[in-house]
């Protein structure tokens, strides 16, 4: 292998190179090491690592019958940062994993605003309904235990300010969430794994995808704490996120598919009450 000094261009031989080598189980360390050793620039040698593998990956999932990857939410992290200004407030980062995507953040509503969203909300919760898949409208799912309700985007000011600071800390359009769901969980109430994603194999997906496409990320924000239990939990990755209020949990999924390991759900009550507010994020417009 060997660098083109004045321009370094990306060829397809380099690119094989790259395939080869990841293919012969080297660490991608190492060959952006080799890289650099054979002159190429750091970040030119790091673009063409991560682009490469990342397509070579896709085209691996869609040759195994994957449903195609798109482009998801992503908030900024590539420096690592312990903070990000998410519009209006500064949002402290308490964990990030990469695959799958999962991202605790700390302080993103303050109390003040909590509270607010359980009294806009309260005399408006009705028993939880979930999406039919099959039918594409809305149906009680016996594995869903809460009472909840709707607001509609940019209802209120308080809606229209905490919506702007979710775009901005997630970087992705306000248009493409669905409005802010308010969710009550009292003893005993839980909601058992599931995915978010449309399954593209259920006769009423195509009519649900009309409204702005697949769902490609979830926020739950903590809005009141229960004295025990209530955490979202992850079966997959043996993960519990704390359902301490203020902070959230956020994670995506590129593909309508289990291989995006974002089985997740809400671990019943044991004592008390919890209050969430779900925002998710679509590829499209959500109207």
């Known amino acids: 292998m060997s660098a083109n000094a004045p321009t370094q261009a990306v060829t397809p031989q380099l690119r094989q190179w790259i395939v080869e080598q990841a293919q012969a189980g080297h660490a991608p360390d190492a060959v952006l090491k080799a890289m650099r050793d054979a002159g190429w620039d750091e970040d030119v040698a790091i673009e063409a690592l991560e682009n490469t593998l990342r397509e070579h990956l896709e085209q691996n999932a869609v040759a195994a019958g994957l449903p195609p990857a798109v482009t998801v939410p992503e908030p900024a992290l590539d ?3 312990l ?5 209006d407030r500064r949002v402290h980062v308490l964990s990030a ?5 999962i991202v605790v953040f700390g302080s993103l509503l303050s109390d003040a605003e909590c509270e607010e969203l ?5 005399p408006r919760l009705a028993r939880s309904r979930t999406v039919a898949t099959k039918t594409g409208g809305e149906e009680i799912n016996v594995d869903r235990t809460s009472d909840g309700m709707f607001f509609q985007r940019g209802e209120t000011e308080l809606i229209t300010r905490i919506e ?3 775009a901005a800390l997630l970087r992705w359009p306000v248009e493409n969430g669905e409005g802010l769901q308010i969710l ?6 839980e909601y058992k794994p599931h995915y978010d994603y449309f399954d593209p194999a259920e006769p009423g997906t195509p009519t649900i995808l009309k409204r702005g496409g697949q769902r490609v990320g979830t926020l739950v924000m903590y809005l009141g704490e229960p004295e025990r239990g209530g955490g979202t939990v992850f079966p997959d990755l043996h993960l519990e996120v704390a ?3 203020g902070n959230a949990v956020f994670f ?4 309508p598919h289990p291989s995006t390991r974002t089985l997740h759900g809400g671990s019943p009550v044991l004592a008390g009450e919890k209050w969430i507010a779900t925002k998710w994020l679509r590829e499209r417009e959500f109207a």
């Open 184 to 189: 009550r969980y009292g003893p005993g109430a």
């Open 83 to 87: 903070y990000l200004q998410a519009a």
């Open 97 to 101: 994993q990469l695959q799958p995507r």
């Open 164 to 166: 702007a600071r979710i």
């Open 252 to 255: 995506s999924y590129d593909r």
């Open 243 to 245: 359902p301490k209020r």
């Open 118 to 122: 359980i009294a806009l909300a309260n």
């Open 79 to 81: 420096d690592s940062p």
